[in-house]
């Protein structure tokens, strides 16, 4: 759809958390609301806004970035303003940090509603804005959360503020499917996956559970947005009324646009490894990415390598140096592997356009840590996934997408985590080239119309829209009542004056 401006736009801020993701999907909404000619204020840190991805030029007038200056928090390291930019066990501080922004975000709320032509019609927050509901009600304007991620990961979470107020603090409560799921799912979190679950319901660095901070984002939210469409999760999405008091409104699985990364190549960087991926034939390449919020040891990180050695499946595979380690990047890979898989394989370091990969003819496979936008993009095209989760709901993703039949896990064991290198040759085998791996390539195949059904994703779009819509309405509405109702009172306070033009 074309962006058109009109008198019914809707003036929409969003504020993603300070991860990449949890940005690309906020993105992708703001790209999709623009293009149907809504005003989108997009807030974030001045580095992570200057890391996104360009705007389309049709849609830029219509987008407009807000840099808000994160506060300086010790021990993180100077200029780390994402997840990406240091370790997992620095993500309190961060989020320390995070609430900092509360002062130039209510400063910034101020400056738009000093004019109702710029004043927000809603603002959509993200799970960690605990305090942003307070800040916007002082200026009367509405708030909506965007859970990115998908509603079977929801269900299983729950929050403290669900209808069911099933408060869980043990591990066990978190190795079993929850009771309110009414069908058969092995929809559960191994022993590892869980104790950080366990963790959230202490207080951190930030002087807040994770728990408290989602319940009250959650409490203060008018409706919810949630990542996902009815042909992908219809099951998990008719559990949601039963554990929320607001409306839990799918908007669809904002894909990138598949079309901008297979047309005519461009100057999107990246042209060496589509050259090397040129060289090999159709479905024969498995690719790699983890991420960039979570790494691996390095004992395990070997045995993912050699693993991929061992399978002898061809590989490209995606890695970044750790944040905070010092040394060569290349340190933690096995003495002599790059040497070793040379007439196979290609270890590509740093940044890597990942759409125009996964679009690729030459690419068959995906060995993803399960997060939901790198799930989303692979499924666009088909590829049955190698699962091998890492942190938070990448888990609950991975049991979902297996029961499903288009990905298997790594086998791993459920105290510990660890993994071996047989169990990764073992899976890319099967899942790449072994006959018995036949019926998960062809559901991957199967599954991918959902994810590149354009008037199905737009049609669940339109139906946020159409909640963000009738909420102003109805608020438009109440302030025209309450005018009338002044106007009245004055009147028959005060009969023998005007009382219109007050």
């Not at 401006?5 to 992708?28: Q, R």
């Not at 940044?351 to 989303?376: D, E, K």
Request: hydrophobic residues 40%.
């Amino acid at each position: 759809m074309e962006a058109d401006s009109n008198s019914s736009s809707l003036h929409i801020v969003l504020f993603p958390w300070l991860a990449f993701g949890h940005m690309h999907p906020f993105l992708e909404l703001a790209k999709s609301l623009a293009s149907r000619g809504h005003r989108i204020t997009f807030i974030s840190t001045p580095r992570n806004i200057q890391r996104l991805p360009s705007i389309p030029s049709h849609l830029s007038s219509l987008i407009t970035f807000v840099p808000l200056t994160l506060p300086r928090v010790e021990p993180l390291p100077e200029n780390a303003e994402s997840t990406s930019d240091i370790s997992q066990g620095l993500v309190p501080n961060l989020e320390k940090a995070f609430d900092g922004l509360s002062t130039p975000f209510l400063d910034f709320l101020k400056s738009v509603c000093s004019d109702r032509k710029t004043k927000p019609d809603w603002i959509i927050m993200d799970l960690h804005h605990h305090w942003l509901p307070r800040i916007a009600q002082d200026f009367c304007v509405p708030c909506a959360m965007f859970y990115v991620s998908l509603a079977s990961s929801m269900v299983f979470i729950g929050h403290g503020s669900s209808k069911k107020g099933v408060l869980r603090t043990e591990l066990e409560h978190f190795t079993r499917p929850p009771i309110w799921i009414p069908f058969p799912s092995n929809l559960a979190l191994r022993p590892h996956e869980a104790r950080w679950f366990v963790s959230c319901n202490r207080e951190n660095e930030s002087d807040i559970s994770v728990v408290q901070r989602v319940s009250s984002t959650i409490a203060g939210s008018k409706f919810i947005g949630i990542r996902s469409c009815f042909e992908l999760e219809s099951k998990w999405l008719s559990i949601l009324p039963e554990l929320f008091t607001q409306d839990v409104v799918p908007l669809g699985l904002l894909p990138p646009p598949a079309e901008e990364f297979c047309s005519a190549r461009e100057s999107r960087g990246g042209e060496h490894v589509i050259d090397w991926l040129n060289k090999h034939p159709p479905k024969s390449i498995l690719y790699i990415a983890l991420g960039s919020e979570a790494t691996l040891s390095s004992e395990l990180l070997h045995q993912l390598a050699l693993g991929l050695e061992r399978s002898r499946v061809p590989f490209l595979w995606a890695l970044r140096k750790p944040a905070g380690m010092v040394g060569a990047a290349t340190d933690i890979l096995p003495a002599g592997f790059e040497e070793r898989i040379k007439g196979f394989g290609h270890v590509e370091w740093g940044w890597v356009p990942q759409m125009r990969i996964l679009a690729h003819t030459s690419v068959g496979g995906f060995l993803t840590h399960c997060g939901p936008s790198s799930v989303i993009e692979s499924l666009q095209f088909g590829h049955p996934l190698i699962l091998l989760p890492l942190i938070i709901d990448q888990g609950l993703i991975a049991r979902v997408l297996e029961e499903r039949g288009v990905g298997v896990e790594v086998p791993r064991d459920p105290e510990t985590g660890e993994f071996d290198q047989e169990g990764v040759a073992r899976v890319v085998r099967f899942v790449m080239v072994e006959e018995d791996g036949k019926l998960i390539r062809r559901n991957a195949e199967k599954i991918q119309p959902i994810f590149t059904d354009k008037i199905s994703q737009e049609k669940h779009l339109d139906g946020f829209i159409k909640h963000l819509e009738k909420y102003r309405k109805q608020q438009l509405g109440q302030l025209y009542r309450n005018e009338i109702q002044r106007i009245l009172t004055a009147i028959i306070s005060s009969p023998n004056r005007s009382v219109l033009g007050s």
